[in-house]
């Protein structure tokens, strides 16, 4: 299989997550020592599209290792959603004379390249770069890390001035579908309740949990708020509590874009420099139309329509511990 795959093409699309160009780099270097040539495509699909393309060697990813963001820039494409857009894609591929196609991203990412095999055939390879965590077929996705290492570094400010002013914070984090990162960064910070899409708590229960927070003494606490919880944004879920709940002076911080940037953690980019050289063996070995996964430590090949069809669900020990810790 290896003399098939002679050229192939990587992108980046969907949102940035910190360790995509720990990813790019691994992915070209991988290539070269293999003796395949790389080929950059900038703007994601949009990218495929236009011919935006660049020749990549292993001087062209130097010094990349320890960037956020990524250098090959992203975007979504609403041309590449056409039969037609993708034909441009495919044309502009094989007329430089590429064999494989890696994607960095995430869900939406994945389906494109999914349906982008299935109509032409080409092999492609998904690398999961998503903050949110949420790809089924791998323990953790590149950018995941960093991101909740954000959160915690903010949150533990926040907390410098909830004790100081015996205040209530709202916290909202990143997470329109999966609230993962809520999860992780609520038993890393020590927030007294973490609502999110997986585990409805109603206002109800939450001014539960604040009552018998204020009957042991808690003088201020955190509340995490996963942007896509049932309940609203942070800034809802306040105003909901402020009309029946007096004990606290509220304040709602909403932390936004601030999770996807930054400089990636040691974790993130092991993780993806595992799986950028993981990627090119595995088409090298004849593996397409799947995504590389770590699942207990190990790469894994998950199908992509297994990966994008399929829900990851946050763990459930640790969603038991953070109500253990949360009293």
Known sequence: MKDQIKKIAVLTSGGDSPGMNAAIRAVVRAAVFHEIEVEGVFQGYDGLIKGDFKRLNVRSVAKILGRGGTILKSARSAEFMTKEGRQKAFDNLKNRNVDALITIGGNGTFTGAHIFHEEFGLPVMGIPGTIDNDLFGSDNTIGFDTATNTVVEAIDKIRDTANSHNRLFFVEV???????????????????????????MSIDELIEVLEKGAESNKTSSIVIVAEGDANGGAYEVARKVNQRYSQYETRVTVLGHIQRGGVPSCWDRVLASRMGVAAVEGLINGHKDVMIGIINDKEEYVKLNDAISQKAEPNAEEMRIAKILSI
């Open 174 to 200: 990143m997470g329109r579908d999966a609230g993962f990162i809520a999860l992780r960064s609520g038993i890393a910070t020590g927030a007294i309740a973490v609502l999110m899409p997986e585990e409805e």
